[in-house]
C-alpha cells in the first residue's frame, strides 16, 4: 500500500524558515514522481516542486522559485521542503503527492481532486503552515 506522510508544519515569522518532511512507503522511491502542494483557504491546490529519486523537476511555481527547494534521501524514504523567506501568503496546508506515470516537466499541474485528471494518483494527509508574525 502506497503510504505518504508529511510532518514539519507550524507557526513561523515572515522572513522565516521551515523545513516539510515526506516519509513515502509501498513504492520503489526511484519510479515514482513525488511532488509538493499547498492550499490556501479558499484556493485552489497549488503545486510547487517535484522530484523523482534524485532529480529535480525544472517545473517550479513562479511564487517559490528561490525560496523553495526539494530534496530526497532514499535511505530515509524521505523528500524534504525547504522553505525559505516565507511570507504570508505561504501559508496554507502543504501536501506531498505521488504518482507513476505524470509528465515529469510538468508535474506541478497535477494538483487537481484525486481521480480527476489532473491529479496525482496518491496524497497524504496534509501539514498545516502558518505564516504570521
Known amino acids: 500500500e502506497v503510504q505518504l506522510v508529511e510532518s514539519g508544519g507550524g507557526l513561523v515569522p515572515p522572513g522565516g524558515s521551515l523545513r516539510l518532511s515526506c516519509i513515502v512507503s509501498?513504492?520503489?522511491?526511484?519510479?515514482?514522481?513525488i511532488g509538493w502542494f499547498r492550499q490556501a483557504p479558499g484556493k485552489e491546490r497549488e503545486g510547487t516542486l517535484c522530484?523523482?529519486?534524485?532529480?529535480?523537476?525544472?517545473d517550479v511555481a513562479d511564487s517559490v522559485k528561490g525560496r523553495f527547494f526539494i530534496s530526497s534521501d532514499s535511505a530515509k524514504n524521505t523528500v524534504y521542503l525547504q522553505m525559505n523567506s516565507l511570507k504570508p501568503e505561504d501559508s496554507g496546508v502543504y501536501y506531498c503527492?505521488?504518482?507513476?506515470?505524470?509528465?515529469?516537466?510538468?508535474?506541478?499541474?497535477?494538483?487537481?481532486?484525486?481521480?480527476?485528471?489532473?491529479?496525482?494518483?496518491?496524497w497524504g494527509q496534509g501539514t498545516q503552515v502558518t505564516v504570521s508574525s
Open positions: 503527492a505521488a504518482d507513476r506515470r505524470v509528465n515529469f516537466r510538468s508535474c506541478t499541474l497535477y494538483g487537481g481532486s484525486p481521480g480527476t485528471l489532473y491529479s496525482m494518483d496518491h
Open positions: 522530484i523523482r529519486g534524485s532529480t529535480v523537476s525544472s
Open positions: 509501498g513504492f520503489s522511491f526511484d519510479d515514482y514522481v
